[in-house]
């Protein structure tokens, strides 16, 4: 892996506890929102997304929230497993040219047995 | 198994070599991306195709010739790279670029030039 590189907020839980990530956006006119894991050696995984018109999205133990007024979009995994361990990504499409998806920096999670 | 495959996941080449990177889709989408990922800087976006038509060119050096023969199979040819050009090189597909639908990615291609 790298030595050196970009820092990544880290987020460590002990494995059974529930973990939360955040992400803030920048663009209100956003319309759509993902979350995405990757683990080490591989591609960003899709896990949940969600519109703007709603404002929670459950999965299977995931769960996203989304807080227009604040653009804030947050991520809570429950009963963390070490599985769970990866770097997680929030992204986001505007109402920009071309509708693509912008790409948050992204926050690795540690979960400890 | 992401419905999206790349080859080789790894390649190591020198500055003058020539050398091509493949992805290919399962998924039955429109739309394929290129996109960078280096220790240093978040995700960017290098190119889009969308039908097989280039709709976006993120400001790419030209020693990178991406190249869309249908909407299953998307290249990225390398020449003359530089040594700031190592990275994951990740592709994504997607139903098309304007549907509010996730983007799917390969494994990537960790490429190493020497």
């Known amino acids: 892996g790298e030595s050196v590189g970009l820092h990544l907020p880290t987020l460590s839980v002990q494995e059974g506890d529930n973990s939360i990530i955040n992400c803030a956006y920048s663009n209100s006119a956003s319309d759509y929102f993902i979350w995405y894991k990757q683990e080490s050696g591989k591609g960003p995984q899709f896990i949940i997304d969600i519109r703007s018109n709603m404002d929670k999205r459950q999965g299977q133990r995931v769960t996203v929230l989304l807080n227009k007024t604040v653009k804030h979009l947050s991520l809570q995994i429950a009963a963390t497993q070490p599985g769970d361990s990866a770097v997680y990504f929030c992204?986001?499409?505007?109402?920009?040219?071309?509708?693509?998806?912008?790409f948050g920096g992204g926050t690795r999670l540690m979960v400890k047995p | 198994e992401t419905g999206v495959t790349q080859t080789p996941r790894h390649l190591v080449m020198g500055m003058t070599n020539k050398k091509s990177l493949k992805c290919e889709q399962h998924?039955?989408?429109?739309?394929m991306y290129w996109y960078k990922q280096s220790a240093k800087k978040p995700l960017e976006l290098m190119f889009v195709y969308n039908f097989k038509e280039q709709t976006e060119n993120n400001s790419v050096p030209s020693r990178f010739s991406p190249e869309c023969p249908n909407s299953s199979h998307l290249f990225l040819h390398l020449h003359t790279l530089q040594p700031e050009d190592s990275a994951l090189y990740l592709c994504?597909?997607?139903?098309?670029?304007?549907?509010?639908?996730?983007?799917?990615f390969g494994d990537g291609t960790r490429l190493s030039i020497l």
């Open positions: 994504a597909s997607s139903q098309d670029p304007g549907a509010l639908r996730p983007q799917h």
């Open positions: 992204a986001e499409i505007g109402n920009n040219a071309g509708n693509m998806l912008t």
């Open positions: 998924l039955g989408h429109n739309a």
